[in-house]
């Protein structure tokens, strides 16, 4: 149940305009946040507008935030229109993870059970709170479960061939 290479990752967001030069402020979700100039192509969706593969985009940390220079985008009614554009790439632009490892892509969709053997759904997505890791799990009518992610306390086994990912996690929870 590995993520396909073909497989289109969100990593960031243009969520401003920088200058008049066409410029744009982003949000990186790579880690560390300047790695998303590693991976291009990008492919940036404004909406129901479509998308556009841009390759040759450049940038660099701004403040606490990243700017970034899209080839094609020449001043600020252009870098305008891409507000809330969502930035994404292939999978196959990711190195391939150490044995061990894997991406949070790499997670989504999994089967997500407790010690015990109860079901509690599906990994729906992960986020991170700065302290730690967190996995949304979402099972039967809609339920969603935040737990941990933090390896050996509560997350016991993480099969990512096998679809299964095992939590010490009380159902009550």
Known sequence: MAAHDDTRLLIGKIV?????????KIESFAEPRSRIFKYQPWFVTV???????????EGHAQGKG??????????????????GAEIHILRSALPKPKNGEY???D???LGVGN??????????HLFSTGANDVMVVTGEQGRERLIPFI????VREVD?????IVVDWDPEF
């Open 66 to 83: 990243m700017v970034a220079r899209l080839p094609g985008v020449s001043d600020r009614d252009a870098a305008a229109a891409l507000l």
């Open 103 to 105: 991406y949070w892509a």
């Open 151 to 154: 390896t050996g306390q509560f």
């Open 115 to 124: 010690v015990e053997g109860i079901d509690f759904g599906r990994v729906s």
């Open 160 to 164: 990512v061939d096998g679809g299964r």
């Open 107 to 109: 997670l989504e969709g």
């Open 47 to 57: 909406g129901q507008r479509g998308e556009r593969e841009v390759v040759g985009a």
């Open 16 to 24: 401003g305009v920088f200058g008049v030069e066409g410029w744009v």
